[in-house]
């Protein structure tokens, strides 16, 4: 088969992919080594000790066994290390499907230009068809988000399943009587196989979106009266499956099912053992055209390669650039009428469309480069519905409609936590934001938890309100905060307990380095229902975190009543109504 551009530029972002990710899951590998290198340290002189006695025959082999599963492999801090470091391998792999992700909207516009390439040369026609790019697809998926694959982690299952992986492995260390500097390092293949599943999904996440790039610019030359159908294309080698190496050259209409129930390779609909690692791919088989559509276009030159056909086509749908800044955009007569019908400050509405843009994954500076009409569309989908209306200078937060409970609020306060708009940490580092949320959602207010906000560099930014030093009492102005001692769940339980009804109180603690290998300062919730008291997480939605007090540094601790406390200024930086 002659050179297939496309199909290589699908492999070069794979590799290039690979690369991008092998920081991320280095970083994950030396923060879950660490963690476990610290927990099993404690070990070592007993085990040691230990072995001894088995060497001169004072214990047996079951007998040294037993002792090591019992001490290492057991324990509040033994779930606590393995809790931290699934979460660290769950956090590459959420940063991963979003570079993944990332990926997928360029793969699919050079195979959806490719795709066509082949069908104009194949009749010897100009169909007039303008290049698509990576941020044409960025906007068409705002009304069309079928057309690609979503690579995504389901953060509770990947980190249960790190757990019991992570688990295995020291238990197989422990019961072969390995060292334990030789156990830490079994993180290694724990690390291994979680970046070997990323890049297996991203090899079929690419096939999927280069071939419904692909379908979908066959489609487009159907609808132009062409003559097409798609013909399946095998790797053909050691690696390929029985059912892809039968049907290759098999020929299908544009947009069927081929005859192993696949519309095209990697296909997302399809069964996970057709498409998981399928390097396929599918090329036009044209006929020709009908008689009276072929006097509607021009001729193509014979022998065009596909490099030089792309050189001759238009940019972009051959939309002209509307040219205007975004602050010439909130200049215009028509963008202030609909901020006013909006109730939207400029201020907010420029905050608003930055983070719109941001989610179609477009540059600010190319906001210009836009067609005056998606620019428009840009700040309709900013200002729509769901955003938080300002009245008299303060936010008006929506009401929660029907019953909610604290399981249900606590779900739906930090919705984005560990997911794929959480790669740089911004919803990882917000529980200053979570817990207000949490509070205003027990308040009856529909209410997410907002970001931290970013610099460049992917660093909290210096000009975040709650970068200072407890700035998070400012929320709660009138709280009285209170230290917790030397015994701090007992002080914060003995003082909810005082207190006639239901309450809740913020929580302050000092992370403890050498117990847990963190540093600086948390903030979470004591809840009093009825006479029970719970310690919760509105960051990261965890239902029991009383488990904190083992590793924090307990004389730094502080708490305050906020159930019965105004919400000050600061409110408005920690929340938004839900959409």
Known sequence: MAKDSAHEFSDAEIRAFEREVAGVYGEASKTAYANL???????????????????????????????????????????????????????????????????????????YNYGTWQVESAVGVDTAYALQDASTVQRLLTDHDSCLPKPSVNVVKDVAWNRRLIANQITQGVLLGESIPKIAKRMQDVTGANRAAAVRLARTSTTAAENAGRVDSY???????????????????????????????????????????????????????????????????????????????????????????????????GTKPANRTISEFMEMPGTKRKLDAAGVSKTEARKRLSRQLEDYGIPSGSFRKMSA????????????????????????????????????????????FKTKKDKDGRYSYNCQRCVPAYEARRRGLDVVAKPVKMNKWGKISAYDPFARAESYKKVFPGATWKRGGDKPEKEI???????????????????????????????????????????????????????????????????????????????????????
């Open 37 to 111: 290198k610290r927990y099993l340290a404690q070990f070592e002189a007993d085990d040691e000790k230990m072995r001894e006695r088995l060497e001169a025959g004072e214990i047996t082999k079951a007998q040294y066994r037993s002792w090591r599963s019992g001490k290492i492999a057991a324990g509040r801090r033994y779930r606590i290390v393995l809790k931290q470091c699934a979460e660290a391998m769950t956090h590459a792999n959420v940063v991963a499907a979003a570079a993944i992700e990332g990926r997928l909207p360029e793969v699919y516009a050079e195979n």
């Open 219 to 317: 489609k487009r030359a159907k609808g132009l009266g062409i003559k097409v159908q798609q013909e399946w294309v095998a790797t053909l080698d050691l690696r390929t499956r029985s059912s892809h190496r039968k049907i290759d050259r098999e020929k299908v209409e544009v947009g069927e099912k081929f005859s192993n129930g696949c519309r095209y390779p990697g296909d997302p609909e399809a069964p996970y053992a057709e498409t998981c690692n399928c390097r396929c791919t599918l090329v036009a088989c044209c006929d020709g055209l009908d008689v009276l559509d072929g006097e509607r276009f021009s001729r193509l030159p014979e022998g065009m390669t596909y490099e030089e056909w792309k050189a001759g086509k238009p940019a972009v749908n």
């Open 373 to 416: 009409g998606d620019q428009q569309k840009v700040l309709d989908t900013a200002l729509a519905p769901g955003s938080t209306p300002i009245v008299n200078g303060r936010r008006v937060f929506k009401e929660i409609k029907g019953e909610h409970s604290a399981g249900s609020d606590l779900a739906k306060v930090n919705p984005n």
């Open 493 to 579: 339980t003995s003082f909810l307990l005082a207190v006639n009804g239901d309450a809740r109180a913020e929580v302050s603690v000092s992370w403890d380095h050498a117990l847990c290998g963190k540093s600086g300062r948390h903030v979470f919730v004591a809840e009093k229902t009825g006479n029970a008291i719970k310690f919760i997480d509105p960051q990261s939605g965890d239902e029991d975190v009383s488990w904190y007090f083992g590793i924090i540094k307990a004389e730094e601790t502080e708490f305050a009543r906020v159930d019965d406390a105004e919400f000050g200024d600061l409110i408005d930086e920690c929340l938004t109504t839900r959409g």
